[in-house]
């Protein structure tokens, strides 16, 4: 976020290509095959978050061994990649797809959904659970601790690639994205969602785990994440630009498609926060040696 306090002391907006460079998009090749910020990006989210959730699994009554950690990370990337294609696919340019269905497995030519994601890493806690005997709640709870890794390092991507660009403004921040089509200075939402999604929904977290009781609460850090995400989507949403095959959805409707499927998201977490207290029990650990009462 330094980046955007900077850019706030200038007295003319910046423009995108010369603050980012050509192919922006590339953060290096090797032997001329060229690796980008977003790949980076994934994989920094992945095991940074991969990193986290072994931290938290060692305190007392974790509902989770290392082994199922170990598996999780590898049906989460699937369902993070298989997810947020078809996500895209279908609530965000069907009809070009059902013209042109090979170009679903262009994953680079780029197209992904994160609402598409997190029911993807929904289906795989649910298999992983369902398969191990475990609680489905506690086990989201402690994956919602390590989302916002992810959703961090994905922002900067999508700000780095000169993509999701936000609406046009006079704010004194104002990036001009020539990609957009005009030269009008418009709003970094990229770096919005960055430091709301990622960042803050961070701290709330980390507090909620380390500072209080959160965790033996089942459904309440999943709540909470689901709140934040839903509420800082919903808003940033107001200053992002629609895309362009779904303009037609805002001016029917007063919502963008983003927003839209934020909705159930900020529902779903309202009642997860608001019935944790009544799933409060003893919680015996997978994990560690000492049960919780």
Request: charged share 15%; net charge neutral.
């Amino acid at each position: 976020m330094l980046l955007f306090f900077v850019l706030a002391e200038v007295s003319s907006h910046v423009n995108f290509n010369e603050l980012m460079g050509e192919n922006p998009e590339i953060a290096v090749s090797i032997f001329g095959f060229p690796i980008r910020w977003y790949a980076l990006a994934y994989l920094a989210g992945i095991f940074l978050g991969y990193w986290y959730l072994l931290k938290l699994i060692a305190q007392p009554g974790a509902p989770m061994a290392r082994r199922h950690a170990d598996d999780m990370i590898f049906y989460a990337m699937l369902g993070i990649i298989l997810g947020g294609r078809m996500g895209y696919v279908l609530f965000y340019n069907l009809k070009s797809y059902l013209d042109d269905p090979i170009g679903i497995l262009r994953l680079w030519d780029g197209g992904m959904s994160l609402h598409g994601g997190v029911i993807g890493v929904m289906i795989a806690i649910w298999f992983v659970t369902r398969r191990e005997k475990l609680s489905f709640l506690r086990f989201c709870d402690y994956i919602a601790c390590v989302i916002p890794f992810g959703l961090f390092f994905g922002r900067v991507a999508n700000f780095v690639n000169g993509e999701l660009w936000g609406r046009p403004t006079d704010v004194s921040w104002a990036i001009i994205f020539p990609d957009s089509g005009t030269m009008d200075p418009r709003h970094p939402s990229q770096l919005y969602e960055a430091g709301l999604e990622g960042l803050l929904m961070m701290a709330i977290l980390w507090f909620l785990f380390w500072r209080t009781d959160a965790r033996y609460k089942p459904g309440l850090l999943f709540g909470a994440s689901a709140l934040i995400y839903g509420l800082s989507r919903f808003l940033v949403e107001f200053v992002r630009e629609p895309d362009v095959q779904l303009i037609w959805l805002k001016a029917s409707t007063g919502l963008s498609m983003g927003q839209w499927l934020t909705v159930p998201m900020i529902l779903i977490g309202l009642w997860a926060v608001a019935t944790a207290k009544g799933r409060r029990q003893r919680v015996d650990p997978v994990a560690g040696s000492a049960s919780i009462a």
